[in-house]
């Protein structure tokens, strides 16, 4: 048997280091060939790495939030025959028997094995702590689920719950995909410490648990570009009230034609459109801020960045070229650049290279919002909610349908009465859509 060693690979684009984000294995499996090892991530693309050979797990080279080295040591593997790693070569590294060792003390002891037999004393501690999570179920976590999901609970379950005065977004459950059973409130009750009171008129069970969350992976890298972007640049931000009626009226007629073989367009290959062409203007705003070097960069394409949340965070796909798409085949791309997001397969080059950005909540898009420009770029586009309110028209009062664009640009290269014509622009063409496409 031998030892081979596997280092972290390089990824291209000059990358120097990584972060792992998962462990797919632990010390004393088996894998095969191809399977998934590790996920590390660059900027905000998440890699999979996966086993060159066939053997067994016998020390990991780091923990979880760890940011390793390209070319540093990420797992060692038992496997038949001599492996990668000479008898005469260099000894077991302290980094990866270290993880488990700080795991589990036990497996401390045997620090200064022999090379050769380093993985024998490793290997066999792992197991303990990988029993089955029961001690979980005895003392569950309390799981805050997202507001507007509903846990899953059969009705004499809530009813129980109710009595109880346990909300059941709380409560941990081991039923089948989630579902929350009579013992899993036995067991958040006393986990608690307290017995829920009756509805009836007492107090409600006291809550004091507490709960720490590593900021890595995915919400490191946004918090660690937010940071930037405020850091180095001075924003200012521009809200502008858009009539919308006719827009909505045309995307309802297009739906209704064209709906069922083109697919269904919503507002924003509208706005995508009604920027690419209010762009032409001002191509100081299309544009990326070199603040080190001191150079603006102006594009001629448009390459729209489309702010999308994904069950990790914020992630910011690129829409290519706009300027070269009609309405449904920006819709298309957009609907595809939010399925890879959401489904982790997209890759780091359709994260990247955005000249400027639109972002928006939906009908979460309240009145107002003071977006944060992806940096480098100098200007960022954010939609509100469209809400139908009373307008007055030609003297007479009327319902219309009206919504904010609350955009933010970077105040060093953007001046402010050239953001304001740009949203103006925009307002113009959104408000007459026929004028989007007239050449």
């Given at each position: 048997?031998?030892?081979?060693?596997?280092?972290?690979?390089?990824?291209?684009?000059?990358?120097?280091?990584?972060?792992?984000?998962?462990?797919?294995?632990?010390?004393?499996?088996?894998?095969?060939?191809?399977?998934?090892?590790?996920?590390?991530?660059?900027?905000?693309?998440?890699?999979?790495?996966?086993?060159?050979?066939?053997?067994?797990?016998?020390?990991?080279?780091?923990?979880?939030?760890?940011?390793?080295?390209?070319?540093?040591?990420?797992?060692?593997?038992?496997?038949?025959?001599?492996?990668?790693?000479?008898?005469?070569?260099?000894?077991?590294?302290?980094?990866?028997a270290?993880?488990?060792?700080?795991?589990?003390?036990?497996?401390?002891?045997?620090?200064?094995?022999?090379?050769?037999?380093?993985?024998?004393?490793?290997?066999?501690?792992?197991?303990?702590?990988?029993?089955?999570?029961?001690?979980?179920?005895?003392?569950?976590?309390?799981?805050?689920?997202?507001?507007?999901?509903?846990?899953?609970a059969?009705?004499?379950?809530?009813?129980?719950?109710?009595?109880?005065?346990?909300?059941?977004?709380?409560?941990?459950?081991?039923?089948?995909?989630?579902?929350?059973?009579?013992?899993?409130?036995?067991?958040?009750?006393?986990?608690?410490?307290?017995?829920?009171?009756?509805?009836?008129?007492?107090a409600?069970?006291?809550?004091?648990?507490?709960?720490?969350?590593?900021?890595?992976?995915?919400?490191?890298?946004?918090?660690?570009?937010?940071?930037?972007?405020?850091?180095?640049?001075?924003?200012?931000?521009?809200?502008?009230?858009?009539?919308?009626?006719?827009?909505?009226?045309l995307?309802?007629?297009?739906?209704?034609?064209?709906?069922?073989?083109?697919?269904?367009?919503?507002?924003?290959?509208?706005?995508?459109?009604?920027?690419?062409?209010?762009?032409?203007?001002?191509?100081?705003?299309?544009?990326?801020?070199?603040?080190?070097?001191?150079?603006?960069?102006?594009?001629?394409?448009?390459?729209?960045?489309?702010?999308?949340q994904?069950?990790?965070?914020?992630?910011?796909?690129?829409?290519?070229?706009?300027?070269?798409?009609?309405?449904?085949s920006?819709?298309a791309?957009?609907?595809?650049?939010?399925e890879?997001v959401?489904?982790?397969?997209?890759?780091?080059?359709?994260?990247?290279?955005?000249?400027?950005?639109?972002?928006?909540?939906?009908?979460?898009?309240?009145?107002?919002?003071?977006?944060?420009?992806?940096?480098?770029?100098?200007?960022?586009?954010?939609?509100?909610?469209?809400?139908?309110?009373?307008?007055?028209?030609?003297?007479?009062?009327?319902?219309?349908?009206?919504?904010?664009?609350?955009?933010?640009?970077?105040?060093?290269?953007?001046?402010?009465?050239?953001?304001?014509?740009?949203?103006?622009?925009?307002?113009?063409?959104?408000?007459?859509?026929?004028?989007?496409?007239?050449?």
């Amino acid at each position: 048997m031998g030892i081979h060693v596997i280092k972290m690979p390089d990824i291209g684009e000059g990358i120097a280091e990584v972060e792992l984000v998962a462990w797919h294995v632990k010390i004393g499996d088996m894998v095969a060939e191809d399977q998934p090892l590790a996920d590390v991530m660059t900027d905000k693309a998440t890699v999979e790495i996966p086993a060159p050979v066939v053997g067994r797990v016998v020390a990991l080279g780091g923990e979880v939030g760890q940011v390793m080295a390209v070319g540093g040591e990420l797992i060692r593997l038992e496997v038949e025959g001599e492996g990668n790693l000479k008898p005469g070569g260099d000894s077991p590294p302290a980094k990866a028997a270290a993880a488990p060792a700080a795991a589990q003390p036990a497996a401390s002891a045997p620090a200064q094995a022999a090379k050769a037999e380093a993985p024998v004393p490793v290997a066999p501690a792992k197991p303990a702590p990988a029993a089955p999570a029961q001690p979980a179920r005895q003392a569950p976590a309390a799981v805050a689920r997202q507001p507007g999901d509903k846990p899953l609970a059969s009705p004499a379950v809530r009813k129980r719950a109710w009595d109880l005065g346990i909300e059941l977004r709380y409560v941990h459950g081991s039923g089948p995909a989630g579902r929350i059973l009579h013992e899993d409130l036995d067991a958040y009750l006393q986990g608690q410490g307290t017995g829920g009171q009756a509805r009836g008129g007492v107090a409600y069970a006291e809550r004091n648990d507490e709960e720490n969350v590593p900021v890595i992976g995915l919400r490191r890298k946004i918090a660690q570009k937010m940071a930037e972007s405020k850091r180095r640049i001075p924003h200012f931000s521009y809200v502008e009230e858009i009539d919308v009626t006719e827009l909505e009226d045309l995307r309802a007629s297009l739906n209704q034609k064209w709906g069922a073989t083109r697919g269904k367009l919503t507002l924003l290959p509208l706005l995508a459109r009604a920027m690419v062409v209010a762009l032409r203007d001002f191509p100081q705003i299309n544009a990326r801020y070199d603040d080190e070097a001191g150079v603006v960069t102006r594009y001629g394409a448009v390459h729209i960045g489309i702010a999308t949340q994904s069950d990790g965070g914020l992630m910011v796909p690129v829409m290519r070229h706009a300027e070269a798409r009609d309405l449904w085949s920006m819709a298309a791309e957009i609907v595809r650049l939010a399925e890879a997001v959401r489904t982790g397969a997209a890759s780091r080059d359709e994260l990247s290279g955005s000249t400027i950005t639109i972002t928006s909540l939906g009908p979460l898009g309240g009145i107002v919002t003071t977006p944060v420009i992806n940096h480098p770029e100098v200007g960022i586009v954010g939609v509100n909610r469209i809400v139908e309110r009373p307008a007055i028209r030609n003297g007479a009062v009327v319902a219309r349908k009206l919504m904010n664009l609350s955009s933010s640009f970077d105040h060093r290269v953007v001046d402010g009465m050239d953001a304001a014509r740009f949203i103006q622009a925009v307002r113009a063409l959104l408000e007459q859509p026929a004028l989007l496409f007239v050449e």
